[in-house]
């Protein structure tokens, strides 16, 4: 089984890895791991893929079948199964294995030539798109799909579905796979929990917000058609591992923006983004907040698309130390803060410039409650009563 492209020949570089896993005691199919590699467009390149496939199939157990092809098309390159008793000593495996990845690799170089010539293909290029369309075909299979290479795609012939230096808007998602490698219409829900691991080789986004527009897009896609983008990283060592665990946690969470009603793409320079200095001291800020892992990375991606921004205040009792208490809040997060004389932190995620104080317990003769901005402007409230919401002025647009 092979992967058919639809409207580009970027997967003419891309070379499938089917690795099977089989349950000896059953004698079936336990686990199926898809490998998709690009053909690496220079040293270092090669280099890296090289090593990770051979990571990967050095962890691979006895009895696993490995079936290696093109697409499309569906030549076979490589088809063997490891032995029962298989030495774990890396020396044997790599001997072992160390065939089949070459012969990946020299098909690959042979596929980007030919790339090159059609002036089709961009360095490393994997056609991460037309790949999850043609998905759906192996989804009853459950398996876990590694994509290895350039997340951002070319074809001279198709230059308004590019992301060079481009990205969708939302409402492409709508759209058929016949008028665009980025839509879903006929493919919703159609993955059945199948994860996805991107694993990236791309030192050409044009801004760190591109890479993050496109993860988000891509995210959001694989959800509409009932997957999940369980790992996007340019941390090799820890895609690999993601993929071997299974594992899905840490990944983005994103909701689609109705205001993008019209199909478009956008060139990265004509979005608004913080400028990188600010960018920079968001995530310090973000640091400070100790999310969980699958919130920190919502929390990073809407920063860098200009969706959120974090914002601090330092909040202290004006008068007696008595027991006053205020929660602050924000979007979906709330901290609630016993009120001192101290000036105590809060970071929190904004959204739509709006932050609410609300008065939760009052130790006598009203909450007294003092605010002090990141931007060190200061505000006084008047006496507030338990149940009692306020807005903090600096947080307003």
């Not at 590694?146 to 001279?156: C, E, H, L, T």
Request: charge should be negative.
């Amino acid at each position: 089984m092979t992967f058919q492209t639809l409207k580009t020949l970027a997967a003419t570089a891309v070379t499938v890895l089917t690795v099977t896993m089989l349950d000896p005691a059953a004698a079936e199919a336990k686990d199926k791991i898809l490998v998709i590699v690009p053909a690496a467009s220079d040293a270092a390149a090669a280099k890296a893929t090289y090593d990770l496939q051979m990571r990967l199939l050095e962890a691979l157990p006895p009895e696993t079948h490995l079936e290696i092809s093109a697409s499309p098309g569906g030549a076979r390159i490589v088809d063997l199964e490891t032995p029962i008793y298989m030495p774990a000593h890396p020396a044997w495996r790599r001997e072992f294995f160390g065939p089949a990845v070459a012969e990946i690799q020299a098909h690959g170089r042979d596929a980007f030539q030919r790339g090159q010539a059609a002036d089709v293909i961009l360095p490393n290029q994997v056609g991460l798109q037309d790949i999850i369309s043609a998905l759906p075909r192996r989804a009853r299979e459950h398996p876990e799909v590694m994509i290895i290479g350039s997340p951002r795609r070319f074809d001279a012939r198709d230059p308004q579905n590019n992301t060079v230096d481009r990205f969708p808007n939302d409402a492409v998602l709508d759209l058929a796979v016949q008028e665009t490698p980025y839509g879903t219409r006929g493919l919703k829900d159609t993955l059945d929990g199948t994860r996805v691991h991107v694993c990236s080789i791309d030192d050409g986004f044009v801004r760190p917000q591109h890479e993050a527009m496109l993860e988000r897009y891509t995210s959001l896609r694989l959800a509409e058609m009932g997957g999940v983008l369980a790992t996007w990283t340019r941390d090799l060592d820890e895609c690999l591992q993601r993929v071997l665990e299974r594992r899905e946690d840490g990944h983005g969470v994103f909701e689609r923006r109705p205001e993008d009603r019209a199909p478009a793409f956008f060139e990265i320079s004509e979005a608004v983004f913080l400028p990188r200095a600010e960018t920079a001291r968001q995530f310090e800020m973000l640091n400070d907040l100790a999310l969980p892992d699958h919130l920190a990375t919502t929390v990073r991606a809407k920063i860098l698309q200009g969706e959120m921004q974090l914002a601090s205040v330092q909040v202290y009792d004006t008068d007696a130390e008595d027991g006053d208490r205020v929660m602050i809040v924000s979007d979906d997060f709330s901290y609630e803060i016993e009120l001192t004389h101290a000036r105590q932190r809060v970071t929190l995620p904004v959204v739509g410039g709006k932050v609410t104080m609300i008065g939760i317990a009052d130790g006598a003769g009203g909450i007294t409650v003092g605010i002090e901005t990141n931007d060190g402007s200061r505000s006084m409230t008047p006496v507030m009563r338990v149940g009692e919401e306020i807005e903090i002025p600096f947080f307003s647009k």
